[in-house]
């Protein structure tokens, strides 16, 4: 099994950033892929953006929503998934969800709890 727990989320202006961060602990080396879903309320979860694990240099893909402000990242070191979110606005408010996909027969999803981001004036 894989544990991931989300930080970093808070409230910010428009226009400012945040980073969030997802430490992965447990079975890791069996993880291949690892993301970043968000859900608004009233509305169903959605996907931000996600990369390969085990692909060096993967820039990673992006909802058309957040292409340009966010980025994916990694740090194999420290287990740890990150996404840097630019010129945040309104609608990027959410909770933020880790996701960590591992191989098997068949493959399962690992989800965080959450870590709740909230843009407003």
């Known amino acids: 099994h894989v544990q991931l727990v989300e930080s970093g989320g808070g409230s910010v202006q428009p226009g400012e950033s945040l980073r969030l961060a997802c430490l992965a602990s447990g079975n890791i080396d069996t993880i291949y892929g690892m993301g970043w879903y968000r859900q608004a309320p009233g509305n169903g979860r959605e996907f931000v953006a996600r990369?390969?694990?085990?692909?060096?240099?993967?820039?990673?893909m992006y909802a058309n929503s957040v292409k340009g402000r966010f980025a994916i990242s990694r740090d194999s070191a420290r287990n740890e998934l990150y996404l840097q979110m630019n010129n945040l606005n309104f609608d990027d408010t959410a909770v933020y969800y880790c996701?960590?996909?591992?191989?098997?027969?068949?493959?399962?999803?690992?989800w965080g709890k959450g870590t709740l981001v909230t843009v407003s004036s």
């Open positions: 990369m390969s694990t085990i692909t060096r240099d993967d820039a990673g």
């Open positions: 996701q960590a996909v591992t191989e098997g027969d068949p493959d399962r999803e690992y």
